[in-house]
């Protein structure tokens, strides 16, 4: 079966729109630990550079599925693997 | 269709460009602008080296500004490995230390309109890959061949594949993490000041500080802990 070049482009601008759909968890993921860390240093303020490290470390950590799907979406739209 | 997806694609500009090719065994070989952004940096690291000992050979009891910034850059960098890895620290400050700030380096040189050499995957997959080789071998130098393949054999035997899978995944998601995070700030950069280049006046130094400064250190200080964590691991027997 024969496809249009555009038409693949179009699916493949489709398919980066669902990938990016993966920042939802790591969205969620993130607020959870930043709300965590305020209430440890709301119940202990002297303990507050030490939750902020942990806490971005975790954050960033958790960040990464949702690059992995910002990746996909890059590969579909710049590298175009599906264009023969 | 070599337009790309975007309309006015012409003007937005992320992608790694060849300089000058060369044959190299057969092989066309490009030399590409991440090359020459990780000469530009590696020159200004060897700049301040060359200085920073200068200062410290003729090191004063009460010491002047330079001599100051260099002391409190080694002090500040050997207190995070001695805090993460306690009694292995010994052999591995100067490792960290150095990736330390070549990642930081390269990471806010964006900020000097050079392309971070950390977002091309080539750099970040050396980094990871150094990383494994740290981590294996300081396993085998540890544990012994009988405490790795204790390890590898964790609950039971049959989970072997499942083990090694996840050995192999450390260096790839290590790499992918700082390039993805690079790439992305480099290529919202792109499009503030490919299609808002009429308005794109003082307001985009926000973004910069984020993008370049903030992120660029949270990753770098992400890389290098989680390094540290899997060395000190691998070090660790029962």
């Known amino acids: 079966m024969e496809f249009n070049t555009n038409f693949i482009l179009g699916c493949s601008a489709i398919g980066a729109g669902l990938a990016v759909i993966a920042g939802i968890g790591p969205g969620v993921g993130q607020g959870i630990a930043a709300g965590h860390a305020a209430a440890a240093v709301g119940r202990n303020p002297g303990a507050k550079s030490d939750v902020t ?18 990746l996909i979406a890059m590969l579909l739209l710049f590298v175009k693997p599906l264009v023969p | 269709m070599e337009k790309g997806i975007l309309l006015s694609a012409a003007d937005i500009d992320f992608m790694v460009h060849g300089v000058f090719p060369y044959k190299l065994f057969g092989q066309t070989v490009w030399i590409t602008t991440t090359h020459v952004c990780v000469l530009i940096v590696m020159l200004v690291i060897i700049g301040f080296c060359i200085a920073a000992n200068r200062v410290i050979k003729r090191a004063t009891e009460v010491p002047g500004t330079f001599q100051n910034i260099v002391e409190l850059i080694v002090e500040m960098l050997d207190n995070m490995v001695g805090g993460v890895m306690g009694k292995y620290a010994v052999g591995f400050r100067n490792y960290i230390g150095t990736i330390f700030i070549f990642i930081l380096l390269s990471n806010i040189s964006g900020l ?23 981590i294996h071998f300081n396993k085998f130098k540890h544990q012994k061949v009988k405490g790795v393949i204790q390890g590898l054999c964790d609950p039971w035997p049959i989970w072997a594949p499942i083990n090694v899978i996840g050995d192999v995944a450390v260096p ?58 899997y060395i000190t691991d691998a070090c660790t027997t029962e």
């Open chain 1, 53 to 70: 490290s942990t806490m971005l470390l975790g954050q960033a950590v958790a960040e990464t599925t949702g690059l992995y799907g910002l």
């Open chain 2, 112 to 134: 000097f309109g050079l392309r971070p050499p950390t977002a091309d995957y080539g750099v970040t997959f050396a980094l990871g890959i150094m990383t494994f080789v740290t």
């Open chain 2, 172 to 229: 790839i998601s290590l790499s992918l993490r700082l390039f993805a995070n690079i790439l992305s700030g480099v290529v919202m950069m792109a499009l503030v000041y490919g299609l808002l280049s009429k308005i794109a006046i003082i307001w985009p130094a926000a973004l910069h500080v984020y993008f370049d400064l903030f992120s660029g250190a949270i990753q770098t200080y992400v890389f290098c802990m989680l390094t540290m964590t």
